[in-house]
């Protein structure tokens, strides 16, 4: 009899452990196929790059060159580090951009153009959706899709060497690239963005 009641008790302890376990089987099983998933990480990583920065061909040999480092997360941080550093390295270009259809212009378009000396045109506002639109909502560096609300709108030759606020010398960039293209940073070093932040989210190693 005490046998019998011993039985029950482990098995209502078992079941009771097994049950959480079956409920949440899908949870456990990432939780442990995440740790060291480098395959998966690898993946996530490629497919995050070519997906968001199509104007970017990334040179992965960094994972090559990283496969004798034994610490599986730190192997991981290298990798992010180098794709970073390539996004920031980047060359381009600025150049003059396309006008915008004339049916589209207004009746003081060509007369806000012109520069007055510390002051935006009274139609900044509409030059700078504008030039999103026609712009696609990319980042003209990078390629990446950004809202209208996280655009930058930059000026190819500065106000004060003579650019104006005409379209063609308007250009849309992402944040990131913004900071890049930025003729008052000191160093290409950019903290605290948008890319590393997503790269670092596919680590697959807590």
Same mark, same amino acid.
């Given at each position: 009899?005490?046998?019998?009641?011993?039985?029950?008790? $482990?098995?209502?302890?078992?079941?009771?452990?097994?049950?959480?376990?079956?409920?949440?089987?899908?949870?456990?099983?990432?939780?442990?196929?995440?740790?060291?998933?480098?395959?998966?990480?690898?993946?996530?990583?490629?497919?995050?790059?070519?997906?968001?920065?199509?104007?970017?061909?990334?040179?992965? $040999?960094?994972?090559?060159? $990283?496969?004798?480092?034994?610490?599986?997360?730190?192997?991981?941080?290298? =990798?992010?580090?180098?794709?970073?550093?390539?996004?920031?390295?980047? @060359?381009?270009?600025?150049?003059?951009? *396309?006008? =915008?259809?004339?049916?589209?212009?207004?009746?003081?378009?060509?007369?806000?153009? *012109?520069?007055?000396?510390?002051?935006? /045109?009274?139609?900044?506002?509409?030059?700078?959706?504008?030039?999103?639109?026609?712009?696609?909502?990319?980042?003209?560096?990078?390629?990446?899709? =950004?809202?209208?609300?996280?655009?930058?709108?930059?000026?190819? *030759? /500065?106000?004060?060497?003579?650019?104006?606020?005409?379209? @063609?010398?308007?250009?849309?960039?992402?944040?990131?690239?913004?900071?890049?293209?930025? /003729?008052?940073? @000191?160093?290409?070093?950019?903290?605290?963005?948008?890319?590393?932040?997503?790269?670092? *989210?596919?680590?697959?190693?807590?």
């Amino acid at each position: 009899m005490v046998l019998d009641i011993d039985f029950i008790i $482990s098995g209502s302890i078992i079941i009771a452990i097994l049950i959480p376990l079956y409920i949440y089987r899908k949870k456990v099983y990432n939780f442990f196929t995440r740790k060291g998933d480098f395959k998966t990480f690898e993946e996530n990583v490629k497919n995050f790059l070519e997906t968001h920065y199509p104007k970017i061909k990334f040179d992965y $040999s960094i994972i090559n060159k $990283s496969n004798t480092k034994k610490d599986e997360k730190l192997r991981q941080i290298l =990798i992010i580090e180098d794709l970073v550093s390539q996004f920031i390295n980047y @060359e381009y270009e600025l150049h003059t951009q *396309k006008s =915008i259809h004339n049916d589209l212009l207004w009746s003081t378009y060509k007369q806000n153009c *012109k520069p007055i000396k510390g002051k935006l /045109p009274n139609d900044w506002a509409k030059r700078k959706e504008f030039t999103y639109r026609r712009d696609n909502g990319k980042c003209k560096r990078c390629g990446v899709n =950004i809202t209208s609300s996280d655009a930058n709108v930059i000026f190819i *030759k /500065p106000i004060e060497n003579g650019g104006g606020y005409n379209f @063609e010398n308007l250009i849309t960039l992402c944040v990131d690239c913004n900071k890049i293209l930025n /003729p008052n940073r @000191e160093n290409k070093n950019i903290k605290n963005s948008w890319i590393e932040d997503e790269l670092l *989210k596919k680590v697959t190693v807590n």
